[in-house]
């Protein structure tokens, strides 16, 4: 279907709730067209088009892609009332993406103003009740929409990716926002951890979402500075939401992918992202609690990786303005000087239930490090892990090697806006998808499974270096402090390293 051309009406739009004629756009005299609202869209037929005929509506508007609408006055005693959606269309090649279309009618049932503009009123009231995403029946409880109208802080990072965040915020992401009747405070970070300071530290009871416009990086920030809270456990409830403004954008392509939306990147990726924000369906995701050697404990939603994936991440940051494409000159950059690292890595196999059903919720009182005691706020306990002083315990599996190119734990489908990671991985299946590469893997074939990671289709080349398997827990110990470390994609000092799974423990904005 060519760019900007009408999509055919969808058939059976369900019994009208409402039903009336108009005007077909807000000045005066505009030819009058007929509207019959369904639950799922809104019809417009021509004039001299029936109502009941059965040829279908002349165009159909669906609630589905609508993000808001507003009833106001108009000259002559008349009142409008309008309507916004972003349908997807497609162009001539490429993936579809959304495009901002506006309807406008004019309500003008004689002088007088008031009755007018109650009509109006009614006709847009009604379209935003409908336009409300459905809860998900198959897990209605774990899924929740946020509230009309809705106060978002969002923290922004500048300098994330190539410098254009604030700049596509304003010119993409706000006027969405402010059609859907989403009211945001903006906050700028100016240094390292800034974001982390801010949620950690302010009373957030004043805003229904916090929205993350960075990279990856700013929302592992965000999420940890919550996780410091006396009050984390309630904080953890308010939706998080991650627009894309930084360079690998993992989280936002995983929730593209959720969404059953095509692979899009850039701004037709900002758009979706904004869009599934605008209508509001959040629910719960799993977070991995990362223990080291030297005592720090993280809190992590994307992945923990260690060798050659890691160290594209953080060697290609000095071409950071190059967008995404520093990681393709990094990734080439790093084949040729191929390095392998020497280490032990265990795990704890994932049981059968994970990974094809939501994950129990951590108990509503957990304690650090399974010692006794209640103490309010106190963290997640890691009761799945041994102290990593202590051997592991021995229903886990120790890798025979000890030689890597690479190992990552992922828990979201996304490594990057063009890498397919983990196809299987879902926002609370439970699982850590744990991969490893095994030395001896030739460049070529490295590089031929990185393209096919593009689609997602690595593992069907069968590799006998690349191993995949479903965790809920794992440990790695390098031989030696050597190579690069990497959480959520920021950087770590190299030293032993475990973690586990805690299902369910924050909430995220998701088209799904």
């Known amino acids: 279907m060519a760019a900007g051309r009408r999509a055919p ?44 005929g059965s040829a279908g509506p002349d165009a159909a508007l669906r609630l589905a892609d609508c993000v808001g609408s507003a009833a106001f006055p108009a000259a002559a005693a008349a009142a409008c009332f309008s309507l916004v959606c972003y349908p997807l269309r497609g162009p001539r090649w490429g993936p579809p993406a959304r495009q901002r279309l506006e309807r406008t009618f004019r309500v003008s049932r004689g002088p007088d103003a008031e009755g007018n503009l109650r009509i109006a009123q009614a006709w847009s009231r009604r379209i935003r009740e409908l336009a409300v995403p459905a809860v998900p029946a198959q897990d209605g409880d774990s899924y929740g929409v946020l509230p009309r109208p809705c106060r978002a802080l969002v923290l922004l990072n500048p300098q994330s990716g190539s410098g254009r965040a604030l700049d ?97 990147a850039k701004k037709k990726l900002l758009t979706n992202c904004t869009f599934i924000l605008c209508k509001g369906l959040h629910t719960q995701m799993d977070l991995v609690s990362l223990s080291t050697a030297s005592g720090k404990r993280f809190f992590s939603f994307l992945g923990f990786g260690w060798g050659f994936i890691s160290d594209v991440d953080i060697d290609s940051e000095k071409y950071r303005w190059l967008g995404s494409a520093r990681f393709t000159l990094g990734t080439l950059q790093c084949l040729a000087k191929l390095r392998v690292y020497q280490g032990r890595l265990s795990y704890l196999p994932a049981g059968p239930e994970q990974g094809t059903s939501p994950a129990p919720r951590d108990p509503s009182t957990p304690v650090p490090n399974g010692q006794a005691g209640h103490a309010p706020g106190s963290l997640p306990t890691d009761s799945l892990l041994a102290p990593l002083g202590q051997p592991v315990p021995a229903h886990w599996t120790v890798v025979p090697e000890e030689e890597f190119v690479l190992v990552y734990a992922i828990y979201q489908s996304h490594l990057g806006t063009n890498l397919l990671m983990a196809p299987a991985a879902r926002l609370h299946d439970g699982c850590i998808h744990l991969f490893y590469m095994k030395a001896g893997i030739s460049r070529v074939a490295l590089l031929k499974l990185f393209l096919a990671m593009s689609r997602g289709t690595h593992l069907d080349l069968n590799c006998p270096h690349l191993c995949y398997v479903p965790v809920r827990a794992f440990r790695l110990e390098p031989r030696v402090a050597a190579g690069i470390m990497t959480v959520d994609g920021e950087a770590l000092a190299c030293e032993p390293v475990q973690g586990q799974i805690h299902g369910r423990l924050c909430r995220v904005v998701s088209g799904s």
């Open 168 to 264: 596509d915020f304003q010119a993409v992401v706000q006027p969405m926002l402010a059609e859907a009747e989403i009211a945001t405070t903006i906050f700028i970070t100016e240094r390292p951890h800034h974001a982390h300071e801010k949620v950690r530290d302010e009373d957030l009871s004043q805003w229904d979402t916090l929205v993350v416009m960075s990279g990856d990086g700013l929302l592992y920030e965000v999420v940890n500075g919550l996780m410091e809270r006396p009050d984390w456990k309630d904080t953890m409830k308010k939706p998080l939401c991650i627009l894309p403004g930084g360079s690998g954008n993992a989280l936002a392509a995983s929730i593209n992918y959720y969404a059953g939306y095509d692979h899009v």
């Open 9 to 52: 009406p969808e058939p059976g739009g369900g019994p009208v709730l409402l039903q009336g004629i108009f005007g077909a756009g807000p000045a005066p005299g505009a030819a009058a067209c007929s509207l019959s609202l369904t639950a799922r869209e809104l019809q417009v037929r021509r004039p001299g088009g029936s109502p009941g």
